[in-house]
């Protein structure tokens, strides 16, 4: 195996002279941050592109202005990594959000002592539930930089992507700290009791108000108040967010939360089929376990034949991820 490209770099990027190697056969095009390079503009190695602005690596500074920049007044608009080069790397600036669920005390489980289940009008939330699911999102607010929002309600939830929306653009990554499963005839994401965010198929007349459905989403998207970007990607860390058949594979079934997400929206999303939990109780260390598999839903394109004539259509790939996740392998940088 030979290596494409063999770069030297001083601070931001610019390529040190005789002491960069690049295989013009095959075409690298990518360099200093992982960044793709844009020679068109003055020569090798001198700019690179960020998706949403141009860096000109000799100056160690971009050409407009960080679309953050009105977010964090006490930063310069221009600067790179914040002149920080030696810990940071540049992020595109595309928003990232955690979301997590709660429900107020009056809906927090508890058991009728003498039925020895959960009372009426309560949810399966606990304090302790509500507290390790915000410090999950804390967590990623820490390390990676979301944005973080605590919802208890389907309305809630996309107040806080439609709120994203205005406020960054496009959205990148989200994930969902919660329950979810089935609610009769309609997967989705528990909070408030009956008021969660639900599959279409959902009785509205026994929700209650603040509920919301994939059909709010997909209005919203059409109205331009929520965009995602093109690799988007939502996590739900969540219980029984996909059916499987009983060899393990995931089925198109109008009860699952994550495919009919995936279906509507075309965003990869990550769920489990089974019961999950953080592997070890009581942490919120970012590892969690499922007693069925998780999965990765994917849209991918594919040629196909009709009538004789070649058509193109976007078909489901999913990929088995295993018993175990961390969340950490799926943050979106």
């Keep these: 195996m030979t290596l494409p490209h063999c770069p030297y770099y001083p601070p931001f990027g610019s390529s040190l002279p005789n002491r960069t190697w690049s295989d013009a056969n095959r075409g690298y095009r990518f360099g200093f941050n992982n960044q793709e390079k844009d020679d068109e503009i003055d020569g090798n ?9 141009i860096q000109d690596s000799r100056l160690g500074r971009f050409l407009s202005i960080d679309p953050l920049s009105f977010d964090f007044p006490s930063n310069s608009s221009y600067t790179f990594c914040e002149n920080d080069l030696i810990r940071c790397i540049e992020l595109e600036g595309l928003e990232k959000l955690a979301l997590s669920g709660y429900v107020p005390d009056d809906q927090l489980y508890k058991k009728d002592p003498k039925t020895k ?3 009426p009008g309560r949810t399966h ?5 509500i507290l390790l699911f915000k410090k999950q999102t804390l967590r990623l607010n820490k390390n ?3 944005s973080t929002s605590q919802i208890s309600s389907g309305k809630e939830l996309l107040q806080a992507i439609e709120t994203e929306t205005t406020k960054h653009g496009p ?3 989200i994930y969902f700290f919660g329950h979810a499963g089935e609610s009769g005839k309609a997967g989705g994401l528990f909070m408030k009791n009956n008021a969660g965010f639900y599959t ?9 108000e603040g509920f919301a459905t994939i059909s709010d989403l997909k209005t919203k998207m059409k109205e331009g108040k929520i965009k995602f970007a093109d690799d988007a990607q939502i996590f739900l860390n969540a219980c029984n967010t996909i059916d499987v058949n009983a060899t393990n594979e995931v089925i198109a079934s109008e009860n699952s939360i994550a495919y009919n997400l995936y279906l509507e929206t075309g965003v990869s999303i990550i769920g489990c089929s089974g019961s999950m939990a953080q592997k070890t109780p009581g942490t919120s260390d970012g590892k969690f376990v499922t007693e069925g598999s998780f999965y990765k839903l994917t849209r991918v394109e594919e040629e196909y034949e009709e009538n004789s004539e070649k058509k193109k259509r976007y078909v489901v790939k999913s990929e088995n991820l295993g018993k175990e996740i961390t969340v950490d392998t799926y943050v979106k940088k």
Excluded: A, E, P, W
């Design 45 to 53: 190695g001198n700019y690179f592109s960020f998706k949403f602005r």
């Design 117 to 119: 289940k959960n009372m």
């Design 125 to 129: 939330y606990t304090k302790l539930h």
């Design 144 to 146: 990676n930089g979301y």
């Design 171 to 173: 959205i990148k990554s």
């Design 200 to 208: 279409d198929n959902v009785d509205k007349t026994t929700r209650n």
